[in-house]
């Protein structure tokens, strides 16, 4: 073997230790197992630029509190993992960024999880916003600052205040956590869709700000340095932070978007960045079909709009490329990079955190799937088989901090 590919040395402890080159240290971690994966990159961090990045997994409820399942799906095989103390059985997934999960427990409290190294770390608590009071088993709040977006409940003016109980915070009044450095950086808070205000919280300042948008924030995500949006209304948001005031305020930066109307809880908005830096909205129709054969079963269809020349445009085509969308996160991953993934289709997971939809497991809902943009087909994912389907299983891309 030649000089520049092995070197082996003394450590202190007199144990011989192998420095193997960049090249063939990723030759081997591309012939392990998922987990195997993790625990060799962890060993050989300094190297771990030169892996292949992993595509995304799913993270779901373990079948014990102390645990959660995850599940590959290029490996198309699940594995457990040790979950934090004291587990996270029944935390909504609200939110995924370079290997942390943001979850929300039964008592509203939002914390920042890592399903690899068990790590847990607090997010501010939620009646940190001026206008929200914690009553021990209750939260309290007022209801119009929140409501920024969809029509309120009956076409009512939102007024007075509002009551949920500790366990309904991550359905109703959290929809996701978007962050912009994992552990480290801001994070944007997304508000259920009967409110469409969204908050923000720092390092530097730890507690929730609100910042409300024109027409409603129903989704969002962090790319290049800058939180975006896109609101009820179909228009995209870029959001600039004052450090001063510690303020973040949102402008309009695409035109709207074609056919968007619709129910928000039957017809959801996802934005995307495409590999080569254009934003996508992926559409989701959700509705419920009864027949002899399938009383009940909910289906979902999906359609793409890409920013072109700074109009919207409608595709089936997304090139060699795969769409995740989902309550916790939406992505684009290249297929070149991931070929076991299928270009033109997107995965999808449940988007309802209500607690209407809990269930044993993911028989009569659309909770996981694969759909086709070309011929509009859908399919199970590949290897993954029953599992809880709530709280509905979340989109993580594992990495070694």
């Known amino acids: 073997m030649p000089r520049d590919q092995t070197d082996a040395r003394v450590g202190a402890a007199g144990r011989h230790v192998v420095k193997l080159s960049p090249d063939m240290l990723a030759n081997i971690h591309g012939r392990l197992s998922f987990v195997d994966r993790l625990a060799f990159a962890s060993v050989f961090r300094e190297s771990r630029d030169a892996f292949k990045p992993e595509a995304p997994w799913l993270v779901l409820p373990g079948e014990t509190p102390e645990t959660?399942?995850?599940?590959?799906?290029?490996?198309?095989r699940a594995a457990a993992a040790r979950a934090p103390s004291p587990g996270i059985r029944g935390h909504a997934f609200l939110g995924s960024s370079r290997g942390w999960l943001a979850t929300a427990d039964e008592r509203g409290r939002m914390s920042l999880v890592n399903p690899v190294s068990g790590e847990r770390r607090a997010l501010p608590a939620i009646n940190t916003i001026p206008c929200l009071e914690d009553w021990g088993s209750l939260f309290?709040?007022?209801?119009?600052p929140f409501v920024r977006g969809p029509p309120y409940a009956g076409g009512r003016e939102p007024r007075g205040t509002f009551t949920l109980k500790t366990e309904q915070m991550g359905s109703y009044l959290y929809r996701k956590v978007v962050l912009s450095d994992g552990?480290?950086?801001?994070?944007?808070?997304?508000?259920?869709?009967?409110?469409g205000v969204a908050a923000f919280a720092t390092a530097k300042d730890a507690a929730w700000r609100l910042a409300p948008s024109r027409d409603g924030v129903e989704d969002a995500i962090h790319y290049d340095g800058r939180f975006y949006s896109v609101t009820y209304t179909g228009a995209v948001e870029v959001w600039e932070h004052d450090p001063y005031a510690g303020v973040f305020t949102s402008a309009v930066v695409t035109p709207r978007l074609?056919?968007?109307?619709?129910?928000?809880?039957y017809r959801r908005k996802y934005l995307v960045v495409a590999p080569g830096g254009r934003l996508m909205v992926v559409l989701k129709d959700w509705k419920e079909t009864k027949d002899g054969r399938n009383p009940g079963r909910w289906t979902c269809s999906f359609k793409v709009q890409v920013l072109d020349g700074g109009q919207w445009k409608k595709t089936d085509d997304i090139g060699d490329a795969a769409l995740f969308v989902g309550a916790n996160e939406s992505l684009c991953v290249s297929t070149r990079v991931h070929p076991k993934l299928k270009a033109g289709h997107v995965y999808y997971t449940e988007d309802d955190l209500s607690c209407g939809s809990r269930s044993r497991y993911d028989i009569d809902r659309c909770v996981v799937g694969v759909f086709c943009l070309k011929d509009g087909t859908e399919e199970n994912v590949e290897g993954l088989g029953q599992h809880w389907s709530?709280?509905?299983?979340?989109?993580?891309?594992p990495s070694i901090p």
Do not use: E
Request: proline residues 9%.
């Open 68 to 76: 959660a399942t995850l599940f590959s799906l290029t490996d198309r």
């Open 140 to 144: 309290v709040f007022q209801l119009k």
């Open 183 to 195: 552990c480290h950086g801001a994070a944007m808070l997304i508000t259920g869709a009967m409110f």
């Open 258 to 265: 074609d056919d968007v109307a619709g129910d928000p809880r």
């Open 390 to 397: 709530w709280p509905p299983p979340a989109w993580f891309t």
